[in-house]
């Protein structure tokens, strides 16, 4: 039982060109909704979140797009550097006595010099 | 301010043998959680501590893994007997709110 699925394992991108990373959730009830970001060796990090009740959040490079009747988000990063090269993983957490988070099984972006 | 700390490393064992993973969390943060990732697959939920208790462990193979948090801070997470199939990355993270702050992760290798 997927709840959050990230359907395209790999995306190669230009630098400077945008890249567009899509995940779909199966879940009504999911409270937030975030990213997180993964280099080799190194445990995920934290890149950026959106609430719910929201449909769009910007952070420098970076914005989250919320499509709730579509139950489908998406990360932009523009322009795209290559150090953005990475593992980016979709996450939806839902708040029962604690927050439950369910990871996607990620992303591997490759951008180009 | 310090982030997640993890320990060992990197861990080679043989089938049927027990390994243990330390985890030490960022200061005041009240959730702490267990996840095992195996390549090419997201983080998997193993455990999740709210404080001392246990908030969801419905994941954890409980014949042979365990874990413990101690005084609310520290944790340890524990596989007796380890399986080949237990060959992943075990990652803690903590939380104060939805966002998680993870450590590098344990890569566990079971010959």
């Known amino acids: 039982d997927q709840q959050v699925k990230q359907n395209s394992p790999s995306l190669s991108v230009q630098e400077g060109r945008i890249s567009i990373l899509n995940c779909d959730y199966t879940?009504?009830?999911?409270?937030?909704f975030l990213w997180y970001k993964k280099y080799p060796a190194e445990g995920p990090t934290f890149l950026i979140s959106?609430?719910?009740?929201?449909d769009k959040n910007e952070d420098g490079r970076f914005t989250v797009f919320l499509n709730k009747s579509a139950k489908h988000l998406s990360l932009h990063i523009v322009p795209s550097q290559p150090g953005d090269s990475a593992v980016y993983f979709c996450?939806?957490?839902?708040?029962?006595?604690?927050?439950?988070?369910?990871f996607g099984a990620g992303t591997r972006l490759f951008v180009k010099a | 301010e310090a982030g997640v700390a993890q320990s060992p490393r990197y861990k080679i064992i043989e089938k049927r043998q027990s390994v243990a993973f330390w985890c030490n969390p960022i200061?005041?943060?009240?959730?702490l959680y267990w996840y095992q990732q195996i390549l090419g697959q997201g983080p998997k939920l193993l455990i999740q501590?709210?404080?001392?208790?246990?908030?969801?462990d419905s994941q954890l193979p409980k014949d042979r893994f365990s874990a413990e948090r101690l005084k609310g801070v520290d944790s340890t997470l524990k596989i007796q007997p380890a399986k080949l199939e237990d060959s992943a990355v075990y990652l803690c993270?903590?939380?104060?709110?939805?966002?998680?702050?993870f450590g590098p992760g344990t890569r566990l290798t079971v010959t």
């Open positions: 993270a903590s939380s104060s709110v939805h966002e998680q702050y």
């Open positions: 879940n009504s009830m999911f409270d937030y």
């Open positions: 959106i609430s719910s009740i929201k």
């Open positions: 996450a939806a957490t839902s708040y029962t006595g604690g927050f439950k988070t369910i």
């Open positions: 200061s005041g943060h009240a959730t």
């Open positions: 501590f709210q404080n001392n208790g246990v908030v969801d």
